[in-house]
């Protein structure tokens, strides 16, 4: 069966001591790893945004219990922590890199913790990890003018061709904002599927750039946590987030389209981040 929900989970840093900015998003080693048995347990079938994408455009059916383990922004964790517990399952897994705030020669400044290195990025994808898009340099991808929307989506898709030797398929928005000149952006650049955020299960009606994810934080314990992949009760454990979100919307309206004409990078993004934590 190809066509029923499913649960896309969204990770951020994996770490014992993460910097305070990235503290909220992040999971510790511990959880992660109580986190992937009750997958196992459970029997889920995890698989990659690509596989999701094909299998949903017609590529062939779902394996039982799909669900999708995704990581982003691109912090050292997931290569130090979250790689040896996935391998011992077997588990695929997606990563979205912002590539100017992975450590190297395109390093652009504006990361909130110690990121992966371009050499572990590649590490990544030769131990089977899907590697995605998340822009270049996280901004608020709705609130650029054409021109910066552009190079941050279409020159993450090339540096990523670069570096790993062939093109990504997926991305996954910053902040989880879109709208549908970006989505279009996102097309034109070449990739076949995007992400958002939501806080709801993935549905083959919510097309291929705008499909939903859970997001698992600090403070998912391990019953909220098995609730969240079964389905339940979603609703009501992202109430409070669904209500900002809604709030928040209103006021990026009122601000206008490019808000002051700005890229939202370096300091000022990180403190949007910052601001945006609870909500995303």
Sequence with gaps: MSGGPVPILMYHAVAHAPARAAYGLSVSPEAFAEQMRVLADHGFTPVTTARLAAAWRGGGPLPPRPLLITFDDGYEGVHRYALPVLSEHGFPATLFASTGWLRGAHEAGGALDLMLSWDQLRE???????????????????QLRDGPLWYEVRHCHDLL???????????????????????????AAGFGVSLAVGNALARRSQGPYALERVTVRRSTGIDEFERLVEGQGIGRLFARDRA?????????????????????????????????????
């Design 161 to 187: 061709t670069a570096e790993l030797g062939h093109p990504p398929v997926s991305f996954a928005y910053p902040y989880g904002y879109s709208s549908r000149r970006v989505r279009d952006t996102v097309r």
């Design 124 to 142: 990544l994808a030769a131990a089977g990890m899907e590697i995605g898009g998340h822009s270049h340099t996280h901004p608020q991808l709705d």
């Design 244 to 280: 900002l979100t809604k709030g928040y919307a209103v006021l990026r309206r009122g601000r206008g389209l490019y808000g002051a004409g700005r890229r939202l990078t370096g300091e000022r993004a990180t403190r949007n981040r910052k601001a945006t934590e609870a909500r995303v």
